[in-house]
């Protein structure tokens, strides 16, 4: 309740929150609020204006445009928001592992993470769409592949702080579980650093998602997807640009409130942090993870 309040303090991160939220909703019953079938072929609505019937106009297909973004709200950020819950659960699992037990373990763990983050991200990313296929379902996949041992290293670097602490310690002596140790003791006081990487970490993910899909690896036509509807209407840029405008402020929208809200989730969930209206100091975990997620 008090990260809430705290939370509500920051309009901006208020309205991100609320942003996301009405997006969320949105793409989950996408049938109830598009007002046309998005895959609908109709040749002779073929780069309509807008109307009554369709707010945002059509495409060169005839399609509504309107359907086809809040259909697009789905593969561009409700699969991309599982996705880095998958990831950051992997990476949850194996960072409180190595940090938590250390030794010849953590070791193990973090030889995999380095050689899992030697390779360029994009690069990796387009090697598995090569081997696997282009398709939405192959570039998820390879984000979980490459994004976990990020997630298992900041993560792990957050446990290492505690891990030292003196009420853990003596919760080993008195013989607590070690698992009870993690969940009662390890997990609280890190959930602000996962918290915090993980809502920036959605940023970079909706922008590679979208970036794919519009050099025609990601999503499948029909399927509507927003990067898939910039490359659609690139032909038609310069006399058509409103076709643009709609995906691309789409674009921008989930990812900016994505990014107020990784702000605001920093400041509620530490407010220690913030001093004399300043801009919020993120720690040593923070400060890679905040690079690698907004770069």
């Keep these: 309740m008090s990260t809430l309040k705290n939370l509500t303090r920051d309009k901006l991160a208020s309205l991100s929150l609320v942003v996301i939220a009405t997006i969320v909703v949105v793409g989950l019953f996408a049938p109830f609020f598009a007002p046309h079938d998005p895959n609908q072929v109709d040749m002779k609505l073929r780069f309509a204006h807008s109307s009554w019937s369709y707010w945002l106009g059509n495409d060169h297909l005839g399609r509504c445009i309107l359907s086809r973004l809040i259909y697009g709200i789905r593969p561009s ?7 880095m819950l998958a990831s950051v659960g992997v990476g949850a ?22 050689v899992m983050l030697s390779f360029p991200g994009y690069v990796m990313t387009l ?49 607590i579980s070690n698992r009870r140790i993690i969940l009662r003791h390890i997990v609280p006081v890190t959930f602000s650093d996962i918290a915090v990487i993980a809502s920036g970490s959605m940023c970079s993910m909706i922008l590679q998602i979208s970036g794919l899909s519009f050099l025609g690896l990601g999503i499948k036509a029909p399927n509507a997807e927003w990067g898939m509807m910039l490359n659609e209407a690139r032909e038609v840029m310069f006399s058509r640009p409103e076709l643009m405008l709609a995906p691309g402020l789409a674009i921008v929208i989930a990812v900016s409130a994505f990014n107020f809200l990784a702000d605001g989730l920093q400041v509620a969930l530490d407010p220690k942090r913030m001093k004399s209206g300043k801009q919020p100091q993120m720690t040593e975990v923070e400060k890679p993870a905040y690079e690698y997620a907004r770069g």
Excluded: H, P
Aim: overall charge positive; aromatic content about 16%; glycine content about 8%.
């Design 127 to 175: 090697a598995v769409v090569g081997i696997l296929g282009a398709g939405l379902e192959n570039i998820l996949i390879a984000f979980v592949a490459m994004k976990w041992a990020w997630f298992a290293r900041v993560i792990r670097t957050s446990v290492l702080q505690y891990t030292e602490k003196d009420y853990v310690k003596f919760s080993k002596a008195i013989g």
């Design 77 to 83: 950020v409700l699969w991309v928001l599982a996705t």
């Design 93 to 114: 699992i194996v960072g409180f592992i190595a940090g938590y037990f250390r030794g010849k373990t953590d070791a193990f763990l973090m030889r995999v993470c380095d």
